[in-house]
């Protein structure tokens, strides 16, 4: 069985004895191992971090966007490899692994642009003969900790970002995906950057938690369950650290009776159920507003009943499995808990089989109609394929359901009025928001994040939001001596 270690150093090593299986879900049998790194790998982690820094932060970034560049182009050439890693250990098709990972690789060729983007602002005679500017300087050794559904896209929403603006990197990616990282580390070496700069620690909340203690890192950037991030960021930020981490989400969908309906079900079938509904942008609740219900939820219907749920090696496959047995159990869960509370279940996609593959954690699109707010699969996370639809009698009512909710990751409003779609974008208190958009991800050159639970800290990641949080800003104020006036100053100087 292939054991999964570290990238230290630019060596695959790794000195803890204990291993975790990594399973492949679409066939629910274990793939490889990867190591839960103990204290002995975090040592070695940040010996090569410190070690790298220095000469790293000191490179000028004109060298460092080439070597990003060179690495952009390693990663297209290896874009096929990196998608079948994804799917083997996510199990999600291979073209939306594909796309996945482009949309990391984005994020690379944002950083490539770095020199420009690390430019201060300058002010000649802030007062008489008296020039200032501002610099934005590296941290230090910053870390990041990522979820497992995309394995390839989140992390590459930090390292290339941090590492362009001069600081070193450690990736502890989730352990049920650990192989795509590895590999995004050797190119990356291959590239060009010098070790150490980017190193990843493979394990659970052990080596999660040395990280969060330790004295030498200076920011954490986290992306998975709410429960968790509130955890990191109570952690990191009692320690000094500078923090950023995204949570949960609970993204609502607005269909207006003046939509384009036939869009906005394409939307919502794609925004549902792609990826099996574990994407941290996936539409859970669709609002049916007005008189637009029935005809929207025979549509959904209508089209979730054909999805073809099979395995990545499928290539009609739209959805696959879910990540594991235990989170299979739990949607199934959820969606006991819907019928319970009263809500009407349209298709059921429990006990669905696929041949071959019997022991995958495969669950068919689920639909509920009637969906309340009081009702647990309203007011919960469930990151499965389960969409709840709730009828709102009108807009008001449907935004007021958007805003009251816990979560504030994103939301969308289909509709043909300018002037519902300008209050909507206004007015909804959620970090992103589409229109006639099902899942409105922002590209690399903006940046990404959350309300309310969805994220804790200051800063999106990506874009000139991520330079911002991987950097501390300097600002100088200079007189050189010909100019100095004789005598010291008592008075706040005003000009
Ligand atoms: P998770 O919170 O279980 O794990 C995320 C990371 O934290 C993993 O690396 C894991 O090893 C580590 N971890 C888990 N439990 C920990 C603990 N108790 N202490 C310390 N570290 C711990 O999340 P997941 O199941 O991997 O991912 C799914 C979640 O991520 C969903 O809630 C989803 O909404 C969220 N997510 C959010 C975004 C976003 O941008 N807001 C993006 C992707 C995923």
């Not at 690390?118 to 941290?139: A, F, H, M």
């Not at 079900?265 to 637009?292: K, L, T």
């Not at 007021?400 to 208190?429: A, Q």
């Not at 590209?443 to 950097?471: C, N, P, Y």
Request: charged share 20%; hydrophobic share 35%.
């Amino acid at each position: 069985m292939k054991k999964i270690q570290n990238y230290i150093n630019g060596n695959l090593i790794g000195l803890s004895e204990e291993y975790l299986p990594v399973i492949d879900p679409s066939k629910g049998e274990e793939v490889s191992k990867v190591i839960l790194s103990d204290s002995r790998d975090m040592e070695k982690v940040i010996e090569s971090s410190k070690a790298s820094f220095s000469e790293w932060s000191n490179t000028t970034p004109l060298k460092r966007s080439r070597i990003i560049s060179k690495y952009k182009e390693l990663i297209e050439k290896n874009i096929e490899h990196l998608a079948k890693l994804v799917s083997v250990e996510h199990g999600k098709t291979l073209d939306d692994s594909k796309g996945s990972v482009i949309r990391g690789l984005e994020v690379v060729e944002f950083a490539c642009g770095i020199p420009h983007l690390l430019k201060g602002e300058y002010s000649q005679n802030v007062g008489t003969n008296i020039d200032s500017w501002s610099i934005r300087q590296p941290l230090g050794i910053c870390a990041g900790i990522t979820p497992f559904n995309f394995p390839a896209m989140v992390p590459m929403w930090m390292y290339p970002i941090s590492i362009a603006c001069g600081n070193s990197f450690i990736l502890k990616p989730s352990e049920k995906n650990p192989s795509c990282s590895l590999k995004l580390a050797e190119l990356f070496s291959e590239a060009g950057l010098p070790d150490g700069v980017f190193n990843v620690v493979n394990g659970d909340k052990k080596i999660v938690d040395l990280i969060l203690e330790s004295n030498e890192i200076s920011s954490i950037s986290f992306v998975g369950s709410t429960n968790v991030a509130k955890y990191i960021y109570k952690k990191s930020s009692s320690s000094g650290k500078r923090v950023q981490a995204l949570g949960g989400a609970k993204n609502h969908l607005v269909v207006m009776p003046d939509a384009n309906i036939d869009q906005a079900v394409d939307g919502i079938i794609g925004a549902a159920y792609g990826s099996a509904g574990e994407r941290c942008m996936a539409v859970s609740v669709a609002v049916a507003v007005g008189d637009v219900a029935d005809e929207l939820v025979n549509k959904i219907q209508n089209k979730a009943e054909t999805l073809k749920v099979a395995p990545w090696t499928d290539k009609t496959s739209e959805m696959g499995p879910l990540i594991s047995k235990e989170h299979l159990e739990n949607v199934e869960k959820h969606i006991a808990n819907g019928i319970k509370e009263g809500a009407k279940l349209i298709i059921d996609g429990r006990n669905i089989k696929i041949q071959g593959y019997e022991n995958g954690y495969f669950l068919g699109a689920t639909l509920f109609d009637h969906v309340t707010k009081n009702m647990s699969i309203y007011k919960q996370e469930i990151f499965g394929p389960v969409l709840s639809v709730v009828r709102a009698k009108n807009y008001q009512e449907a935004l007021d359901l958007v805003n009251n909710h816990e979560y504030g990751n994103g939301s969308s409003i289909y509709t043909s009025d300018g002037e519902t779609s300008r209050h909507f974008t206004t007015n909804t208190k959620i970090g992103m928001v589409g229109v006639n958009v099902p899942i409105p991800v922002p590209m690399a050159f903006h940046s990404f994040g959350g309300w309310k639970q969805s994220l804790f800290g200051d800063h999106s990641m990506h874009g000139i939001e991520g330079v911002r949080f991987f950097t501390k800003l300097k600002t100088v104020t200079s007189r050189w001596p010909k100019s100095i006036q004789s005598g010291p100053e008592f008075v706040m100087p005003t000009n």
